[in-house]
């Protein structure tokens, strides 16, 4: 499976329209289209989280049963999305400041089922995940940094 997001190069700079309302940005979620899923996927799950330490792979995103025909998610799809596929509604970054660059993954999980539900709130990725693993197909990763230059 491939990834791609037009709005910034892989391991490239997040542009500040993609952060939090309260800090730089306009808490719009990036576009993300992906190709090549394997045979037998039946729907996808598209997770945005922040890795960095401080972070705890806090999930800014996840979109959950995404038709099998579906190949991408256009600039702002939150907006459009209903909450109930959407555990976590798109958050933008907003990472504390002075606290350097923060590394956030956009992932696309191909699953082997058309509907996935989750029985509790999940915040953390390492929450969502098993989930995910159990009936994941293939995954693929684009990452990239952000920081906080409000002070």
Do not use: C
């Not at 038709?67 to 256009?74: H, I, M, T, Y």
């Not at 459009?80 to 990472?95: E, K, S």
Request: net charge negative; no cysteine; aromatic share 12%.
């Amino acid at each position: 499976m491939q990834i791609e997001s037009p709005a910034f190069a892989k391991f490239g700079t997040i542009p500040a329209k993609y952060a939090h309302q309260g800090g730089s940005g306009r808490d719009i979620s990036p576009p993300v289209s992906w190709s090549n899923a394997p045979e037998g996927t039946k729907s996808f799950a598209v997770v945005m989280y922040d890795i960095h330490p401080i972070a705890d792979n806090y999930i800014h995103w996840s979109v959950l049963n995404v038709p099998g025909a579906v190949r991408e998610l256009s600039e702002d799809a939150a907006a459009a999305l209903p909450a109930g596929q959407q555990p976590n509604a798109y958050f933008g970054m907003g990472p504390p400041p002075f606290s350097g660059d923060h590394l956030y993954r956009l992932a696309v999980y191909a699953l082997d089922t058309e509907l996935l539900e989750l029985k509790d709130k999940v915040v953390f990725f390492d929450e969502l995940e098993p989930l995910l693993q159990a009936h994941e197909l293939g995954h693929a990763e684009w990452d990239g940094f952000f920081r906080n230059t409000v002070n």
